[in-house]
């Protein structure tokens, strides 16, 4: 019987079960050569068995039956379609971080890499969450180590909202800033450091007034730079741990731990020299 995926799309939030594994998806849904569109996207190759998920959809206010909808589209997938739909948006949120296989980056022609398999990087521990907390009360309430030097770290965010940010904190802590803030709260949230500025989304002064800002109020923890389509605007080979860096890659957290996806050792050299 043909291989059946149930792949989460990020930013899109969609899951779609497929007979055309990773890359014929990838193929499937490319709207043409990279330097003409651009559709940039993440993977995410969920847990499945005997043509189930392999795990339980987290509780989703019950405006719909993701689990009922996703054996529905395997289902239909194993009988023939290339590609059906088990949830049409909002499927980032309601899927445990724990049903992810493998990680991919496609580009906007279709080409794809695996990154390498998911590391937990943190557990947190369990601590109250404030607006006024500085970066070391966030560090210490993660159950990490203070940093005695702080510099601006730039932040791309692209799931569950996408934003472009320069913050005071770690990745780890703003893994736990993030899904602990009150009222503000993201229940996951999947990002990357970026190496530099990214001119092409907000004007140099929008970043050298977001570090004054930082760098004046050292218990400043966040200030966004750019608000909107962020993740087809930066180059992947902007993202921190791309070689030849040794840290960094994707980070994906919730409440309770903060996942790392690394970059492969070598880069495919086909998939480096694919636009888009």
């Known amino acids: 019987m043909t291989d059946i995926n149930l792949i989460l799309s990020i930013p899109q939030g969609i899951i779609t079960a497929s007979s055309l594994g990773i890359p014929g998806l990838a193929r499937h849904y490319s709207p043409g ?3 003409h569109f651009k559709d940039r996207k993440i993977f995410v190759d969920l847990a499945i068995k005997d043509l189930r998920p392999d795990f339980r959809f987290l509780d989703d206010g019950g405006w719909r039956n993701a689990d009922t909808d996703s054996v529905n589209a395997l289902a239909a997938a194993a009988s023939g379609n290339r590609t059906k739909t088990a949830l049409s948006n909002n499927a980032f949120s309601c899927t445990p971080i ?3 296989k493998r990680i991919y ?3 906007t022609g ?3 890499m695996p990154m390498e398999p998911g590391e937990l990087l943190h557990r947190f521990v369990s601590g109250e969450c404030h607006e006024e907390m500085s970066p070391a009360e966030v560090a210490g309430a993660a159950g990490i180590p203070n940093e005695t030097v702080r510099a601006p770290r730039i932040y791309l965010v692209m799931c569950p909202i996408q934003i472009l940010l320069v913050s005071n904190l770690t990745p780890v802590e703003y893994a736990w800033y993030a899904t602990h803030r009150p009222g503000k709260v993201f229940r996951h949230v999947i990002f990357t ?3 530099s500025e990214q001119p092409g989304l ?3 002064s929008r970043y050298r007034d977001a570090r004054v800002e930082i760098e004046a109020d050292p218990d400043k923890k966040t200030k966004t730079v750019v608000s909107e389509d962020c993740i087809n605007e930066v180059p992947f080979h902007s993202w921190l741990g791309y070689p030849p860096d040794t840290e960094g890659g994707l980070y994906v957290a919730n409440q309770e731990e903060i996942d790392i996806y ?3 050792a070598e880069i ?4 480096e020299r694919a636009s888009g």
């Open 98 to 100: 724990s049903a992810y």
């Open 33 to 35: 050569s990279g330097r």
């Open 110 to 112: 279709g080409d794809v």
């Open 105 to 107: 980056l496609v580009k």
């Open 262 to 264: 690394r970059f492969p």
């Open 202 to 204: 907000a004007a140099l």
């Open 268 to 271: 495919p050299s086909a998939w």
């Open 193 to 195: 450091e970026l190496h």
